[in-house]
């Protein structure tokens, strides 16, 4: 199975019909997954301040595109996140996301999410995902080679 097949227009983070989404634009360059964003009122868990479920939700989809815009599909296995800093409304930043290491199946990510101006690092992720065919692995292993 590949990309070609699923239509994730209905994705949360990156789904561009999903109304209440965060429509963020993913793309790949020099084999890194980017994307931006901006913090949005309606993104705030108190105060100023940009929910951190949003930010773990915005790291953990970058790096699910990752191998998603080269052709393959996974799953989440297990993820990590490390709070540096708050990112505030109106506040924009840059996601990351990047291969760490790959056996079978099985990928090892990180992610990050630093401010533009300031470049100060909002958080950074570690995540574990599960390719779902070795179709996927092989596409995932030509683009590496």
Do not use: P
């Not at 970058?62 to 490390?82: D, E, V």
């Not at 409304?89 to 790959?102: M, N, P, R, W």
């Not at 100060?120 to 683009?143: P, Q, W």
Request: with cysteine; charged share 20%; aromatic share 8%.
């Amino acid at each position: 199975m590949t990309t070609d097949n699923i239509n994730a227009d209905n994705c949360f983070v990156c789904g561009k019909k999903n109304e209440a989404g965060l429509k963020i634009n993913f793309r790949m360059e020099n084999n890194v997954c980017l994307g931006e964003y901006y913090g949005l009122q309606s993104h705030v868990g108190f105060g100023n301040i940009i929910h951190g479920g949003i930010i773990y939700t915005l790291l953990d989809d970058a790096m699910a595109n990752w191998f998603y815009l080269q052709g393959a599909i996974g799953y989440t296995a297990k993820a990590s996140i490390r709070y540096r800093s708050q990112m505030l409304v109106g506040d924009s930043g840059l996601i990351t996301a990047q291969l760490v290491s790959k056996r079978s199946k099985v990928l090892s990510m990180k992610s990050s999410l630093s401010l533009f101006e300031s470049k100060t690092v909002i958080a950074e992720c570690e995540g574990t995902f599960m390719l779902s065919s070795s179709d996927s692995m092989a596409l995932v292993s030509e683009k590496l080679s």
